[in-house]
């Protein structure tokens, strides 16, 4: 009984006091105005996009200083779909600048009422988004940041004809009466901040469109009110002039209000005795009840009930103002979502028509309700697969009302395998050699690419110049600009090709693509196939089995991968392991490095010959051929070409001088000509670092022979080489113990460094 005892007592002691806040006098509200403008200034598109902010940390860019940058960020929305979900949604990076630039547009434009329309094809996770957007925007606008307040009247009742008994008899039946129509609106109590209730004395009513309160203040006046009411002229400037806050002189409040402002003011014949009966309460999103979110599946009936009424409160207001009808107590059903996202789960079947009833709310944002104007400003969501767009078609004035948002399949490849760690664990990666699951991902997502890029290709002129690297359609490329990369194999000219204006329209046709291929579902149900075949404890998941599960998907789908794609991504793979080795086995001293880069780049302005003293290091230098052939053996440069470059750099060192060094205020370590010469330098070293995989059969048979009693047997250097390189290989790549030795392995079975040898990966340095 004690811990039953404790449990209830637990339970009588939590409160949750979310929703819990007192209503505010008209008063007390602007004080919080004045305090918070930013956040008791807003709409719902505000509020929607400062939830979206909230949740999704600022982008990150992988090169920030990249002049032809196109802010193509790397946006974390883990918070925002994942965390604290049932389902989450993982928005690749595409769909995350995507639906950035859908929020900023709502947050910094004029807010027209639109219809966004999510589109996309079966599988791509459409309901999944959604449902975890409503789910964060409802626990994010019952927050005190997210809180929007709305208008409640408190009214005087006068007694009746039937005196304060017929009162009682009111507050007695109100409750039930209400209850009945709308749940918890018949809840009573005058300052708990519940929904209609009457007392003796004082009916509370809340406004059912959820008008703001700053709405009350008459459209002539209100921006002379709001300007001598607040102090900060920073956000005064904005409120005046930014599309964004347009709402707030151009908005008029409901006709409930609006009656009842002009019957007090009547009666009062002062607009500070009106406000007394105005007070302010936040505004409470609750899916469940419909209240701020209005969600309908296509199976979901039309309610028959176009017109909502209380004969008891219109009773009263009749009272209250003679004669009767000056205040019509009427609303509709889009009153409960008036500043709030009103969302259809699939343009189907009774959705279709409830997306018709939209047009006139849509396109003059008025609704008639009987003989009453009623005003709605509400965020509109629809989700839409492809083949339901037909619905549209004969509906020319919603053209310019619907806006497009794509939630195609994923096609960024991390984003992917996070969604293979989702589903089946993030032990999954233990299984696997390095880069291999990501290649499962890549040739997922190749199924959803055209085949063919009219962007990509204005681009890379000759893809076969890259045959070691990428397929011949460029996809592998195109993956790795989807997933933020410029990858390292490209060559400075298409590098330098590679400007914003090609860069956007590359990004611009990931609308085209993800709309065939392979869905969501169809993906994990391939990769729980592959991992249960290879998935074993005794040997990694390597590209030879991932190569032997496609084809065979191949053999029975010859369209479900371009012809070639499976050996061009294994020669990708290859150049990305070698890469691993080279970094691995690399051990130079970079001190040294910076500082023949800094003697080279301030020598080339002295003829050969002389003796001088670097104002960089310091040092004394003996400036002849042979100082310059032993750096520049380093940078791949060949006498024939020496006396060009050395003119080239000279030029390019005298631009760095005056603009970076004097004008800018740089060290010299900071130039761009010292990344190049000193990128170029670390280069030809790595290259040079694979020469005992190339000359020394000893060193390889070291490799394959670490962790066994033989290893013992090879000399000092080769041993303490051979264990640095499977200690960084490890360290700096992920690799198991296992996966690095298996991975040395492979590279030594296959030849890769003769292979690659000859291939220079920065191309022709121009400084």
Request: charged letters at 30%.
């Amino acid at each position: 009984m004690g811990a039953l005892s404790k449990a209830l007592a637990t339970l009588r002691e939590y409160r949750d006091d979310r929703h819990r806040q007192d209503e505010l006098s008209f008063t007390e509200f602007l004080g919080e105005v004045v305090e918070r403008p930013e956040r008791n200034i807003r709409n719902v598109a505000q509020v929607y996009a400062d939830m979206v902010h909230h949740y999704v940390s600022n982008g990150g860019d992988e090169y920030p200083d990249d002049p032809e940058s196109i802010s193509y960020l790397n946006y974390d929305c883990c918070r925002l779909f994942v965390k604290g979900s049932d389902r989450p949604f993982f928005a690749d990076r595409l769909f995350a600048n995507r639906l950035i630039r859908h929020v900023e547009s709502l947050s910094v434009g004029d807010q027209q009422n639109k219809i966004y329309i999510f589109d996309g094809p079966h599988g791509s996770g459409k309901s999944t988004f959604l449902n975890n957007l409503l789910r964060k925007f409802e626990e994010y606008a019952n927050t005190p940041e997210g809180t929007r307040y709305e208008v409640v009247w408190r009214l005087p009742v006068p007694e009746l004809a039937g005196g304060v008994h017929l009162i009682a008899t009111l507050a007695g039946k109100l409750p039930q009466l209400l209850g009945e129509e709308e749940g918890r609106e018949g809840e009573m109590g005058a300052n708990s901040g519940s929904e209609k209730g009457l007392t003796a004395n004082w009916l509370t009513l809340p406004c059912p469109s959820h008008d703001h309160p700053l709405l009350i203040i008459p459209k002539a006046i209100r921006r002379q009110f709001l300007d001598e009411l607040l102090d900060d002229d920073r956000f005064k400037a904005q409120l005046f002039h930014e599309k964004r806050y347009e709402w707030v002189f151009r908005e008029e409040p409901c006709t409930i209000c609006l009656s009842l402002y002009q019957e007090l003011l009547k009666k009062e014949g002062d607009p500070l005795k009106v406000l007394e009966s105005v007070f302010a309460r936040p505004y409470v999103f609750n899916r469940r009840l419909g209240a701020g979110i209005s969600v309908f599946n296509p199976g979901d009936r039309r309610s028959q009930r176009t017109v909502r009424t209380d004969d008891e409160v219109q009773r009263i207001l009749n009272g209250l103002f003679a004669p009767a009808g000056k205040v019509p107590y009427l609303y509709s059903g889009y009153a409960k979502i008036n500043n709030g996202i009103y969302a259809l789960m699939d343009v189907k079947s009774h959705n279709t028509e409830r997306l018709m009833d939209l047009h006139n709310i849509v396109s003059d944002g008025v609704h008639k309700v009987d003989h009453v104007e009623e005003r709605v400003n509400s965020l509109f969501f629809a989700l839409m697969n492809p083949e339901d767009k037909k619905v549209l078609t004969d509906l020319a004035a919603f053209a310019d009302r619907i806006e497009y948002v794509n939630i195609p399949y994923v096609l960024d490849i991390k984003t992917e395998v996070e969604i293979y760690r989702e589903v089946f664990g993030a032990h999954i990666d233990d299984s696997f050699l390095p880069r291999v699951l990501h290649n499962f991902a890549r040739v997922i997502v190749a199924t959803r690419l055209r085949t063919k890029s009219d962007a990509m290709l204005e681009w890379i002129q000759d893809p076969d110049k890259y045959e070691l690297y990428c397929d011949h359609n460029l996809q592998l490329l195109k993956m790795e600009i989807y997933a933020g990369h410029i990858p390292p194999w490209l060559t400075e000219e298409d590098v330098e090709r590679f400007t914003s204006k090609r860069r956007l329209k590359i990004i611009s046709e990931s609308e085209e693509d993800g709309w065939q291929g392979l869905s969501g579902r169809d993906s994990i149900r391939m990769f729980n196939e592959f991992y249960s075949i290879y998935a074993r404890d005794d040997k990694l998941i390597d590209m030879s089995m991932l190569g032997k599960f496609f084809r065979k998907y191949c053999k029975k789908d010859k369209t479900i991968l371009p012809m070639g794609f499976l050996d061009s991504l294994l020669r990708m793979y290859n150049y990305g392991v070698l890469q691993s080795v080279k970094e691995s086995l690399y051990d130079y001293n970079e001190e040294q490095i910076a500082r023949d880069i800094q003697n080279y780049m301030f020598a080339v302005n002295f003829e050969p010959g002389t003796v001088e003293t670097c104002r960089f290091t310091g040092e004394r230098l003996e400036i002849n051929e042979a100082f310059f052939q032993r750096i520049e053996s380093r940078l791949m440069i060949p006498a024939s070409a020496a006396a060009a470059f050395r003119a080239s750099v000279q030029k390019a060192y005298t631009t760095a001088l005056t603009q970076e060094i004097l004008r800018d205020n740089l060290p010299i370590t900071e130039t761009g000509l010292y990344h190049h010469l000193y990128e170029r330098y670390i280069h030809n070293l790595k290259e040079k670092v694979l020469d005992p995989f190339l000359e020394n059969e000893n060193f390889r048979r070291a490799v394959k022979e670490f962790d066994q009693e033989s290893f013992k047997t090879y000399d000092k250097k080769i041993r303490s080489d051979v264990r640095f390189m499977m200690k960084n290989l490890q360290k700096k790549f992920g690799y198991s113990r296992q996966g690095a030795k298996e991975i040395c392995i492979y590279v030594i079975d296959n030849n890769l460094a003769k292979i690659f040898a000859e291939q220079d990966g920065l191309g022709q340095f121009t400084p």
